[in-house]
């Protein structure tokens, strides 16, 4: 803290540029039948403001265009040139649909925001709205918003058209279980009752009228429109399944027809569909809906970006200097789900050295949604520079799954070194461990932490031991000496 006498040495710098004024803002409020367009532009010392109502329709939106350009090029200064009109920035609201007719009319450079960052105010009048919107568009408060082709739009209504058909039939088979439970049937607790292969003769044997024998047997078929009802609810789970099998095939060739953006250039559709397949986790569909919502990689600056759009990037809150909590951003819900997922599938093999390391952080905390999540961001970076570098996955360059050299040293020996880790010693024995090297392994591995007894401490003790065996043995040596 400098004192009242230290105040006149102070030496300002150059500062740092956050936004730069722009010499003219729009800003348009959205909705279903009208939007409310605002212009302002510096005029001398002042901001002269216009506002225009337009409908919808395709004519009125491109009037609403036409009319905001001639409020820039009215002016004895113009705020646009002839030569900037198909670039003139604006910021718009993103409301559901219903602003992508107005993007596409209007074109430009827009900054669509999400309508509780644009207007945080009390007061809710359209014309409020599209001033503020204004405001912020002038003074360049939002970074310009990326647009995808048609191409692109086209792949993303196939991919939300699958998702909603992915729903139906996950829906279709909950409700068939749902009404076999009614009368008594219970074998939808062993998997999906029309899914499953030994469930779904069962469900065909009930359609047909028959009674089911052995654990599944109450002693009588099902009534007669319970059986319609069942079998219709069959058929549409089957087709389902094959729109669902068709819809994947149809987006897949057409990505395949795409070229896509890297660091080299752009290369074919199946060419990068190889390379995010090559990623631990990654399957066809992952690696579909990563291309589809991410479309250009160059876009995003660095791998903390795509974390956080990905919703995978946690902020944190910080007061007089100090981490009080950390909040996870929402992102784009489509890819934290999916990659979510791969991070759990990874977590469960084994012999992969994300899944050991995923493993190793549930041993440590208990909590696999923790630890899936710090997976599946690992999976999410690393897909963020195959796709760049338009290269396949390769754990050549880690090193966080490389294990340090542990000497062949007794347990018994262990134990004098470690008295704490005394209390888990039937527990070890039992497991067939006779030495340190193999205690670390088994704890690295990750199927020493399911037995029972062996929890978070257990884990810290064994690493902290580990970690400085060689100190341990220095001072063990000392006092035999």
């Known amino acids: 803290m400098k004192s009242l006498d230290d105040l006149d040495k102070v030496v300002l710098d150059d500062g740092i540029d956050v936004q730069t004024l722009r010499s003219y803002g729009i800003g348009i409020d959205t909705h279903s039948k009208f939007i409310h367009v605002c212009v302002m532009v510096h005029e001398n010392a002042s901001v002269k403001k216009y506002e225009h109502p337009f409908g919808t329709t395709w004519n009125q939106l491109l009037a609403a ?6 409020v820039l090029k009215s002016k004895p200064i113009p705020a646009i040139s002839e030569a900037d009109i198909s670039e003139f920035h604006y910021t718009i609201e993103s409301t559901g649909c219903y602003h992508f007719p107005v993007l596409k009319a209007l074109g430009g450079t827009p900054s669509v925001i999400n309508p509780l960052l644009a207007s945080p105010s009390r007061r809710k009048t359209d014309a409020l709205d599209a001033k503020l919107l204004c405001y912020q568009n002038m003074t360049g408060l939002w970074p310009e918003s990326f647009q995808y082709s048609d191409e692109v739009c086209e792949l993303r209504v196939m991919v ?6 992915q729903a139906l039939r996950t829906n279709t088979g909950n409700r068939a279980n749902n009404y076999l439970l009614r009368f008594g049937f219970t074998y939808g607790q062993n998997g999906n009752v029309l ?3 030994t469930n779904r003769s069962y469900t065909d044997r009930l359609c047909e009228g028959s009674v089911l ?7 009588k078929p099902l009534p007669e429109y319970a059986r319609i009802i069942l079998k219709n609810l069959a058929l ?3 087709s389902y399944d094959i729109q669902i099998a068709e819809m994947e095939k149809t987006i897949y060739n057409r990505i395949c027809q795409l070229e896509w ?3 080299r250039g752009k290369i074919p559709g199946k060419e990068m569909m190889e390379y995010l397949e090559s990623v631990p986790g990654v399957g066809r569909w992952t690696a579909i809906m990563w291309l589809v919502y991410i479309v250009d990689i160059m876009r995003f600056p660095n791998k903390k970006a795509i974390a956080a759009y990905c919703g995978l990037d946690p902020s944190l809150k910080i007061s007089a200097g100090k981490v009080t909590s950390t909040v996870k951003r929402g992102g784009r819900k489509e890819l934290h789900r999916v990659l979510l997922s791969a991070g759990g599938s990874v977590m469960r093999k084994k012999g992969d050295f994300y899944g050991q390391w995923g493993y190793e952080i549930y041993s440590r905390s208990g909590s696999w949604k923790k630890a899936a999540n710090a997976v599946a961001r690992r999976v999410c970076v690393a897909l963020f520079y195959v796709t760049r570098r338009a290269e396949k996955f390769s754990y050549d360059q880690y090193r966080f799954y490389e294990r340090p050299e542990i000497p062949e040293l007794a347990l018994e020996i262990c134990y004098h070194l470690e008295p704490r880790l005394g209390r888990y010693r039937k527990i070890i ?8 090297q193999q205690l670390y392994n088994g704890v690295k591995d990750g199927w020493l932490m399911k037995l029972p007894g062996l929890g978070k401490t257990f884990y810290q003790i064994t690493m902290e031991l580990c970690n400085n065996i060689d100190q341990r043995m220095k001072e063990w040596d000392g006092e035999i000496k």
């Open 236 to 238: 549409q789970f089957d």
């Open 429 to 436: 024995d039992e497991s067939g461990i006779s030495s340190l």
């Open 65 to 70: 265009k036409v009319w905001a350009v001639d």
């Open 195 to 197: 899914s499953d292969k």
């Open 160 to 165: 939300n058209e699958r998702i909603k058909m």
């Open 261 to 263: 953006n890297t660091e």
């Open 213 to 219: 024998e052995g654990e599944t047997n109450i002693g």
